[in-house]
């Protein structure tokens, strides 16, 4: 039986490696809304619901400093964003409760998939976070799970492998500076899990551990009782791109 778990030990397919500059994400203005709204939703990262809404009832009235409320004041305008963070959070849960509930009787075994992508830094971990949290609350504890792409990140081991090669113009550090480019992801090793995934309604999964700066095998599990099931990362939907366009058929929404 193939043995899909990330390894250190694994070399990246150089027939696909693209080297060019030009294929990294632009970055998002210090300005934009997306920078506001990922910053945002970074602050709500760990809470739960009734934390998010004691701050903003202390904000309301004016009185009290919740543990977890900003030590500063925020600008009109980044208050109206974070507020229209929950807001989006509890209108995002709903519908995908709505969703799921009408469709679940005609849906492969019985779960719900949905492709959150987006950015670095854009907020697509602690959305999914925050919306499954209030899914489980709606539902049933544990009846949500967000499976992230970040886990098929080829690991730093692999990436000096890959700056050894003939083949590569970019020295290790210069790889690791890159790190989040499409050619930095296994797409195969993603791709098959997640479409395994889709098949079987069950399977286990490599996470990105910032600790280690490097995936880990087994860090979660998808079982056949998780029937909302996210799947986030950069390039989920990316379907010109070759190397992504075989998920088209493993999501039910995006």
């Known amino acids: 039986m193939k043995d899909n778990t990330v390894s250190p030990t694994t070399t990246p397919n150089l027939e696909s490696l693209r080297l060019e500059d030009s294929i990294l994400l632009p970055e998002v203005p210090e300005n934009g809304i997306m920078s506001k709204m990922a910053s945002n939703v970074s602050f709500y990262e760990g809470m739960t619901e009734d934390e998010e809404d004691a701050i903003w009832e202390s904000r309301r009235l004016g009185t009290g400093h919740h543990q977890r409320q900003l030590s500063f004041s ?128 069950e399977g286990s999964f490599p996470v990105y551990s910032r600790e280690k700066s490097d995936p880990v095998p087994d860090g979660v599990q998808l079982m056949m009782t998780h029937k909302i099931v996210f799947l986030e990362g950069n390039y989920l939907l990316a379907w010109d791109d070759p190397n992504w366009s075989s998920l088209q058929g493993v999501f039910d929404e995006a």
């Open 74 to 201: 925020l600008p009109e305008d980044m208050q109206a964003v974070n507020r229209h963070a929950t807001d989006l959070f509890k209108s995002l849960a709903q519908r995908v409760v709505t969703t799921y509930q009408s469709r679940k009787d005609d849906l492969q075994n019985g779960q719900l998939f949905i492709a959150v992508a987006g950015g670095p830094g854009s907020g697509k971990s602690t959305l999914c976070e925050k919306v499954a949290q209030r899914v489980n609350a709606r539902l049933e504890p544990g009846i949500a799970v967000v499976l992230p792409m970040d886990g098929f990140h080829y690991s730093r081991e692999s990436l000096r492998k890959m700056a050894e090669t003939e083949a590569c113009v970019y020295t290790y550090e210069q790889l690791l500076q890159r790190r989040g480019a499409p050619w930095t992801f296994d797409h195969d090793l993603c791709a098959e899990k997640f479409k395994q995934a889709r098949h079987h309604g």
